[in-house]
C-alpha cells in the first residue's frame, strides 16, 4: 500500500511540475531574478557603505584616544619639570602625574580596543566588497545570457509560426487539391491525345479512299461500266 502511495506521489510530482513547466515563461522568470540580484546588490551596497562608515568612525575615535593619551603623558611630563623647577610642590606634582599617567593608560586601552574594532570592521568592508563585485559580475554575466536567450525565444517563436502554417497548408488540402488538378491534366491530356487519334483515323480512312478511286479501274468494271452507259443511251 505504501509503495502505491509512493507511486501515486511521484506521478503527482511529475504532473505539478508539467504544469508549472508550462505555465511559467522562462525569460521572466530570468528578469524577475535578475531584478531580485540588483535589489540584493543594492542592499549589499548599503551595508557595505555602512560597514565603512563605522570603520572609519571608529579609526577616528581611536585616533582621538591616541592623541588624548599622548597629551596625558605631555601634561604628566610638564608637571614634573614644574616641580623640578621649583614652581610647584614635588609631591603634589607627582601626584597629578600619577592621575595623568592613569588617563594616559585609560586612553591608550580604549585605544587599542578601538583598533581591534575598526580593523574587525575594515576586514567585514573587504570581505563584503569582494561579495559584491562577484555579484556584480554574476548579474552582468546573467543579462548577457538573457539578451542571448530573447534573441533564440524570438528566433524559435519565428520558427514555430511559419511551421505552423506550413502545417496549417498541409491540413487545408491544399495538397490534395493540388493532386486532384494534376488528375484533371491528365484526364485532359488523355482525351487530348484520343481526340488526335479519331483525327488521325480519320485521314487515314480519306486518303485510303482517295487512294483507291486514282488507282486504274479493273477491265471487269470497266465492262461494266460500258453496259451501264448503252443501257443509259450514253453509246
Avoid at 142 to 158: F, P, W
Amino acid at each position: 500500500m505504501a509503495g502505491i502511495l509512493q507511486r501515486l506521489f511521484k506521478i503527482g510530482q511529475a504532473e505539478a511540475h508539467a504544469i508549472v513547466n508550462k505555465l511559467e515563461d522562462p525569460i521572466k522568470l530570468t528578469e524577475q531574478g535578475i531584478r531580485d540580484l540588483k535589489r540584493d546588490l543594492t542592499t549589499a551596497m548599503e551595508s557595505l557603505a555602512e560597514v565603512k562608515a563605522l570603520a572609519i568612525r571608529l579609526r577616528r575615535q581611536m585616533e582621538d584616544f591616541q592623541r588624548a593619551a599622548a597629551d596625558y603623558e605631555k601634561k604628566a611630563l610638564l608637571i614634573l619639570e614644574k616641580a623640578k623647577r621649583g614652581e610647584m610642590d614635588l609631591q603634589e606634582a607627582e601626584r597629578l602625574a600619577l592621575e595623568a599617567l592613569g588617563r594616559k593608560q585609560e586612553n591608550e586601552e580604549r585605544a587599542k580596543q578601538l583598533q581591534v574594532d575598526c580593523q574587525t570592521q575594515e576586514s567585514m568592508a573587504a570581505q563584503l566588497q569582494v561579495k559584491i563585485e562577484q555579484l556584480k559580475k554574476q548579474i552582468s554575466s546573467y543579462e548577457n545570457e538573457l539578451i542571448t536567450l530573447k534573441a533564440r525565444a524570438k528566433t524559435a517563436e519565428s520558427m514555430k509560426k511559419i511551421n505552423k502554417q506550413l502545417a496549417q497548408v498541409d491540413s487545408s488540402s491544399t495538397i490534395a487539391m493540388l493532386e486532384r488538378m494534376k488528375q484533371k491534366v491528365r484526364e485532359e491530356e488523355s482525351l487530348a491525345e484520343a481526340y488526335g487519334a479519331v483525327v488521325a483515323d480519320t485521314s487515314s480512312v480519306d486518303a485510303k479512299l482517295e487512294k483507291a478511286l486514282a488507282a486504274p479501274s479493273s477491265p471487269a468494271v470497266s465492262d461494266a461500266l460500258a453496259e451501264l452507259k448503252r443501257k443509259a443511251g450514253l453509246l
